[in-house]
């Protein structure tokens, strides 16, 4: 009976101190925590559990959030702790490589925004607390409309969920891991200046992206979006507040301009990337009855 109990306890604590996906080392942490030294202190590493228990059923949020707690406290610069945030991606990427079924490839697909999102809210939490209090205003302005404007920038690219069925968790969380790592970078960049660091932005495709005119609201008045098809060719959808939307396809050029003529040929004109300064489209030749005229020059400013 003491046996049968002893056993009993054992399994109960196993379970207590085993987390889902990691073993917990609280015990093991906290007396090399004691043993530490101001001067090895210093050069702490990111050390991430190099295995993770692969279920698709499990809660991750905790999980994921100590990762990027610990890469933030590791990281010696705002610089450094959004390249190691790659670390907090690698750990995880392996659910997306044993996914084998659609459900599966949509679970692993939102861990791994999640990361991305826990960052971002990590971030902003640092930043209004930082901020004073103009540009904590107007930060806040911009990231509640970026919030505001994701969900239909997110339509706007990847489609309905009536159009894209099963796979849509897939595609929709894939994309908002996108545009909330880059969201993370933008955040990160104004909390380097308030904190007097260097810091710079990754480079961005001169040739594919999502921009729109957000009139500095949380409406789309008008949108660009230049993306590859899934024959592999060009296009561009642009949609011009009040004047309508054209698709078609464009020429790179390789410096950022891309030559546009719409699917039935009765507009083209230059569209310019600018990275994350967002882009701009100016109408050069026009061909029968056309509801945007000859010169006319749309800014984009708001980059995804």
């Given at each position: ?18 987390g ?5 080392t ?10 530490t ?15 993770l228990?692969i ?15 610990d ?17 907090v ?11 084998q ?16 999102d826990?960052?971002?809210?990590n ?11 103009q ?19 997110t339509?706007?690219?990847?489609g309905?969920r ?31 200046k ?24 949380g409406d ?17 959808v ?13 020429v ?23 990275g ?21 020059e749309?800014?984009f400013?708001?980059?995804?």
């Amino acid at each position: 009976m003491k046996k049968t109990i002893f056993l009993l306890v054992l399994v109960l604590s196993m379970g207590i101190y085993t987390g889902c996906g990691k073993e917990n080392t609280e015990i093991e942490n906290s007396r090399m925590e004691e043993q530490t030294t101001p001067e090895n202190s210093e050069n702490d590493e990111i050390h991430l559990d190099d295995e993770l228990n692969i279920d698709f059923t499990c809660d991750y949020s905790e999980d994921i959030k100590e990762d990027v707690d610990d890469v933030v406290a590791a990281s010696t610069s705002l610089q450094e702790e959004l390249t190691n945030m790659e670390k907090v991606t690698q750990k995880y990427t392996p659910l997306a490589e044993a996914a084998q079924t659609q459900g599966e490839m949509n679970v692993a697909a939102h861990w791994l925004y999640t990361i991305w999102d826990t960052e971002l809210n990590n971030l902003w939490s640092r930043l209004s607390s930082s901020a004073d209090r103009q540009t904590k205003e107007k930060l806040l302005a911009e990231q509640r409309n970026w919030i505001d404007l994701k969900e239909e920038v997110t339509l706007l690219n990847i489609g309905s969920r009536e159009e894209n069925g099963s796979m849509y968790p897939l595609l929709q969380d894939s994309y908002l891991e996108e545009i909330t790592k880059n969201r993370a970078y933008v955040l990160a960049r104004e909390l380097a200046k308030i904190k007097g660091e260097d810091f710079a932005m990754p480079e961005v495709s001169a040739k594919y992206g999502t921009f729109v005119d957000n009139q500095e609201t949380g409406d789309i008045y008008s949108s660009l979006i230049t993306r590859q098809n899934w024959e592999g060719t060009d296009e561009a959808v642009i949609s011009i507040y009040r004047q309508g939307e054209m698709e078609g396809s464009f020429v790179d050029h390789g410096n950022g301009e891309l030559s546009f003529t719409s699917e039935d040929g009765s507009v083209k004109g230059m569209i310019k990337i600018d990275g994350w300064n967002g882009a701009s489209f100016k109408v050069t030749e026009t061909y029968g009855e056309s509801p945007f005229p000859v010169g006319e020059e749309v800014e984009f400013p708001f980059a995804f």
